[in-house]
């Protein structure tokens, strides 16, 4: 029998009304805009966007306000928002090539044509508290520029593979399935995978690529390249019968170089990793890159170690926070008939086997 | 009105930050509607390694709108975002650009908005060229 149990209500208002008041904090203390989050938490809207594989800097704001910085909350937010936009249609795929690079930077040369382009970034910083950011209104100095030089910056891997040091990555043509049209089945080819891994959480992607680099699939992996920068996003339309830019976006990109392989027909080449995220999001940029290498194993003709990194299983079904945040979450949900059902069973089984090591009280008198 | 000179508008004008679209365009000459401002989105496709085989890479918002002058003449505009004023000038300069307008069109709103993205693309561009590392080799020991 299914019983139907109503209530609550009353509580789950108060409980919003409470959550809204919170939300909002000290009165005394200026509200926060959403302008201001997308200017100045801008790598927490990055990631939002990313995870919530949505590009929309407004919305992950608005989204980052609403669940009060809960981040996996926001990106659920964005996921929930998104499923009810048409879709007007698929871009031409983006030229990253020609991004218009405000971070540039390679591992494995030193000198490259453009150069290594530092950017706005946190490495060689000391990591200590600034507490000059306390203060508020502190006049800023002005950055310095120098004359800007607006060439294409010219990929790393496109260097190697000149030379055919580097495994080619050749356009077959086929048509990448889409993640958010039909459900994920294995196993996954390449692009899906990479779809997958895009709009994965930062957290699980990090810690498999750090375990990659632990030993668990290890693949070598030198950061080939890493850019941040502006890309045009183009898309067809029909009714015009040509393509135009209908905006920009800003992209992370990795390219890894790793460990090489050769065979009796092929001499020793480096073989590659790929990491490309909406936004600025470096850290996810390069490990989505060492876990895309470790799960090309097969294709590669490696060994399957066991490690959780070359399992596409494992990876492509515990990838998405929202996915992982909501199977977990409902736990804490109303059980009450399961629960019921489990402390009946307990209680019998219980009982059973008290019956059985305690004899009954007629048998010991026989 | 070549092709590519259409392009090149219909670009500029969605890449446009909407608020300088406006203060170029504060008022609305009169048009109707074919496909009023509805908000949705584009797949966007990236490349295997930069180059190879395309994958699905996630989503943009994007505003698109078709209008008729009163000439008769059609604009059309999709643009990054959510502003449908946004697309709706858009859409309005697109269709202008294609009547004898053009020439005043190109000098008022157009070069300006170029001027605007060429200012904002060379001031990044010169941020980024003051963080490029010059390297310089110490003299080793081995060397002295």
């Known amino acids: 029998m299914y019983v139907a149990v109503k209530g609550g209500e009353r509580a789950i208002d108060n409980a919003h009304a409470w959550l809204a008041e919170d939300r909002r904090g000290d009165t005394t203390v200026a509200e926060l805009s959403v302008p201001q989050i997308r200017e100045q938490l801008a790598l927490a809207v990055n990631r939002v966007m990313a995870e919530g594989s949505l590009y929309d800097p407004d919305l992950a704001a608005l989204a980052i306000k609403q669940a009060r910085g809960d981040l996996i909350e926001a990106v659920f937010l964005i996921r929930a928002y998104r499923t009810t936009l048409p879709r007007f249609g698929t871009s031409i795929p983006v030229d990253t090539a020609r991004m218009r690079v405000d971070r540039r930077i390679s ?15 946190f490495d060689y910083t000391h990591r200590l508290l600034d507490f000059k950011l306390a ?34 990555t050749p356009d077959t043509g086929e048509a990448p399935p889409d993640l958010t049209r039909q459900p994920l089945e294995l196993p996954a080819n390449r692009a899906l995978r990479l779809q997958a891994l895009a709009r994965a959480d930062e957290g699980f992607i990090l810690s498999l690529a750090y375990s990659t680099q632990r030993g668990y699939g290890r693949t070598h992996a030198f950061v080939g390249e890493l850019r941040i920068g502006a ?21 992370t ?59 596409e299983e494992f990876v492509l079904s515990h990838a998405d926070n929202v996915q992982a945040t909501g199977f977990l979450e409902h736990i804490k949900l109303p059980h009450y008939v399961d629960f019921q059902a489990e402390l009946e069973l307990v209680r019998r089984l219980r009982a059973e086997a008290l019956a059985q090591t305690q004899p009954s009280p007629r048998a010991a008198a026989e | 009105m070549s092709i590519m000179d259409r392009q090149n508008w219909m670009g500029l004008l969605a890449r446009a930050r909407p608020a300088d679209l406006a203060a170029l365009l504060p008022d609305l000459p009169q048009s109707q509607w074919l496909r009023p401002p509805e908000v949705g989105a584009v797949m966007v496709q990236g490349r295997t390694g930069g180059s190879g085989a395309p994958f699905h890479l996630g989503e943009i918002t994007v505003t698109r709108c078709s209008l008729q002058l009163t000439c008769g003449t059609v604009g059309h505009a999709h643009v990054q975002g959510r502003d449908r004023d946004h697309a709706h000038r858009a859409a309005l ?12 069109l190109q000098a008022r709103i157009l070069a300006p908005l170029a001027r605007i993205e060429t200012d904002a693309r060379a001031a990044r561009a010169g941020r980024a060229q003051a963080t490029k590392v010059d390297f310089f080799t110490l003299v080793r020991g081995e060397d002295a």
């Not at chain 1, 990929?155 to 030379?163: K, N, P, S």
């Not at chain 1, 890309?231 to 992209?251: D, K, N, Q, S």
Request: glycine share 10%; with cysteine; net charge negative.
């Open chain 1, 107 to 121: 591992a494995t040369f030193k000198d490259l044509p453009g150069g290594q382009i530092l950017g706005p970034t």
């Open chain 1, 135 to 168: 203060a508020e209104g502190a006049p800023l100095a002005p950055t310095p520029q120098a004359a800007p030089d607006m060439a294409p910056v010219p990929h790393v891997t496109a260097l190697l593979d000149r030379d055919e040091l580097i495994e080619a």
């Open chain 1, 231 to 251: 890309v045009a996003v183009e898309l067809e339309i029909p009714e015009l019968g040509f393509a135009i830019t209908i905006g920009e976006m800003t992209l």
């Open chain 1, 253 to 311: 990109e990795c390219e890894t170089v790793n460990q090489f392989k050769g065979s009796r027909t092929e001499p020793p080449q480096f073989t590659r990793g790929y990491g490309l995220v909406l936004g600025q999001c470096e850290r996810k940029s390069i490990a989505m890159s060492l876990v895309d290498r470790a799960l090309r194993w097969k294709e590669l003709g490696e060994d399957f170690t066991g490690a959780p990194a070359q399992d």
């Open chain 2, 93 to 104: 300069v697109d269709a202008l650009m294609q009547t004898g307008a053009a020439a005043d």
